[in-house]
T-cell receptor, first 114, second 116 residues
Framework: DTGVSQDPRHKITKRGQNVTFRCDPI?????LYWYRQTLGQGPEFLTY????????KSRLLSDRFSAERPKGSFSTLEIQRTEQGDSAMYLC????????????FGPGTRLTVL | AQTVTQSQPEMSVQEAETVTLSCTYD???????LFWYKQPPSRQMILVIR??????QNATENRFSVNFQKAAKSFSLKISDSQLGDTAMYFC????FGAGSYQLTFGKGTKLSVIP
């Protein structure tokens, strides 16, 4: 049974560059979530997909952020014109809604913006 | 909006002893889940235990149990017979049943160190 995977695990970029992260959820999980975790804080919700539809976005998700889940399987999160404040761990989670709504988390992508 | 508060940034416990981590939350909802997640150093977050708000009985998973006080909006985690592998960040989280995304709202976490 393969868990949630994320790629890359680490990303260092210069301010102003664009970055894209990928998340592969557990097979057949129709719900996919993105969270952001900064140092010393709990994860904060960014956005949610049910199948390919993006159903909810947090106010944290500025217009520089865009997420897609084109075929209802993997998802990408793109950050344009990165800022130092974007430095964080970006976590992906998936769920089927059947296991009493348990969300299974990936290992995260740690972004450092120089 | 829901909020989750963990008032203990760090705690330590001797191996084999018992420790309790505190969590309070604020919500106007009546139907929700509460969770404790564990995040070991440099490893991914995993679910420790969950509680459905409509259930009066406190959830138990092996050495982990909760004390759920709905009226007080309190949800503490008790770890019995602490083991070195329990060293981790522990996050309390809230999920509403209501129409929407079932997103998790997390507290800031408690860093637990188990001392040999």
């Amino acid at each position: 049974d393969t868990g949630v995977s994320q790629d890359p695990r680490h990303k260092i970029t210069k301010r102003g560059q664009n970055v894209t992260f990928r998340c592969d959820p557990i097979s057949e999980h129709n719900r996919l979530y993105w969270y952001r975790q900064t140092l010393g804080q709990g994860p904060e919700f960014l956005t949610y997909f049910q199948n390919e539809a993006q159903l909810e976005k947090s106010r944290l998700l500025s217009d520089r952020f865009s997420a897609e889940r084109p075929k209802g399987s993997f998802s990408t999160l793109e950050i344009q014109r990165t800022e130092q404040g974007d430095s964080a761990m970006y976590l992906c989670a998936s769920s089927s809604g059947l296991e009493r709504n348990e969300q299974f988390f990936g290992p995260g992508t740690r972004l450092t913006v120089l | 909006a829901q909020t989750v508060t963990q008032s203990q940034p760090e705690m330590s416990v001797q191996e084999a002893e018992t420790v309790t981590l505190s969590c309070t939350y604020d919500t106007s909802e009546n139907n929700y889940y509460l969770f404790w997640y564990k995040q070991p150093p440099s490893r991914q977050m995993i679910l420790v235990i969950r509680q459905e708000a409509y259930k009066q009985q406190n959830a138990t998973e092996n050495r982990f149990s909760v004390n759920f006080q709905k009226a007080a909006k309190s949800f503490s985690l008790k770890i019995s017979d602490s083991q070195l592998g329990d060293t981790a960040m522990y996050f309390c989280a809230f999920m509403s049943f209501g129409a929407g995304s079932y997103q998790l709202t997390f507290g800031k976490g408690t860093k637990l160190s188990v001392i040999p």
